[in-house]
């Protein structure tokens, strides 16, 4: 099995399936059901990998509560080591409510202070043994106000100095960061994973091309944009690639960028070429998305290439 190590956020889904989209002062509403998922793009890209038969190793931080206990209940089951999963007692475990329209797009409620968006990124916190690693990834870049560069460049030199790749995803400016304040970290990255909105935030930018040049005037080695109905595109070693969604079912879309770069990852670390990566990363996003939850749906890395076997176009 290759061995991955995943760093970043855990957190509890509370998944409200076709609730009103509004609730009148003082009635009481109904959704179609309730329910809690073990979540956090770290967690997401962790159960994914594990499902398709890496060698999981997640470095995580929840609350020292309830909500931490049932995270632990939840994710138990997936097949991934727990022994990196730290206890804040400063804050609580990161809870996300959910909310799953009809058409399966999704609406969210995250905790402000939660373990989560407090967690360092640090060899200080975590123990991490990159002994044998292939990858390591950082889920996400700008979740946590513990973030710092010098933690980042750290954890990410170290990683390479171990002979692993690495990687990292990004969400919006939870931490208030800018580029420029990760920059040490970003020349120690082979690979970034975006949303394109997330991307376009951060650079400036606009076009797909004009954002990954961004990315690469840093350091970045390959830039991969996750483009939502429009597939993905990526741009490495001045070749651009673009792949497009092969998804025939929307149930929810939460997580549907965790589960593609679970499948990147398992590609590149099998030694696919990049548009192989992409196609085999789109496959797991569209199983993804396919039944309510962020995790769970992808049980094993056969599945994913029957998918794409009978869906790639």
Not at 12 to 31: A, C, E, L, W
Not at 149 to 178: C, F, I, N, Y
């Amino acid at each position: 099995m290759n061995k991955v190590i995943c760093v970043g956020n855990a957190v509890v889904d509370i998944i409200v399936k076709n609730g009103p989209d509004r609730t009148p002062d003082g009635m009481t509403q109904f959704s179609e059901s309730i329910d809690l998922y073990a979540g956090g793009d770290a967690v997401n890209e962790a159960v994914g990998l594990a499902a398709m038969g890496n060698d999981v190793r997640l470095y995580t931080a929840i609350g020292d509560d309830a909500l931490g206990s049932a995270f632990m209940s939840l994710i138990k089951s997936f097949g991934i080591a727990m022994d990196g999963i730290v206890k804040d007692r400063e804050h609580g475990t990161t809870a996300t409510v959910v909310t799953v329209g009809a058409d399966g797009e999704h609406g969210c409620m995250t905790l402000k202070n939660g373990a989560a968006g407090n967690m360092r990124y640090s060899t200080e916190v975590f123990d991490i043994d990159f002994s044998g690693a292939k990858l390591v990834s950082i889920a996400s870049l700008f979740w946590s106000r513990g973030q710092t560069d010098a933690d980042l460049t750290r954890l990410l030199s170290k990683a390479k100095e171990a002979g692993a790749q690495t990687m990292a995803d990004m969400v919006l400016d939870q931490s208030q960061m800018s580029l420029e304040d990760i920059a040490g970290a970003m020349k120690y990255l082979d690979f970034l994973v975006p949303s394109y909105h997330e991307a376009a935030y951060f650079t400036g930018k606009h076009t797909p091309e004009e954002i990954a040049q961004a990315f690469h005037r840093r350091g970045v080695g390959t830039v991969v944009l996750k483009m939502g109905a429009e597939g993905v595109f990526a741009s490495a070693q001045g070749r651009t690639y673009r792949v497009g969604t092969i998804a025939d079912r929307v149930v929810d879309t939460l997580g549907a960028g965790d589960n593609f770069v679970a499948g990147f990852i398992t590609g590149i670390v099998e030694g696919r070429s990049i548009e192989e990566a992409l196609y085999f990363g789109s496959a797991a996003s569209a199983i993804a998305i396919s039944q309510y939850g962020a995790s769970g749906a992808i049980k094993s890395r056969q599945q994913v290439q029957d998918y794409l076997d009978a869906h790639r176009k």
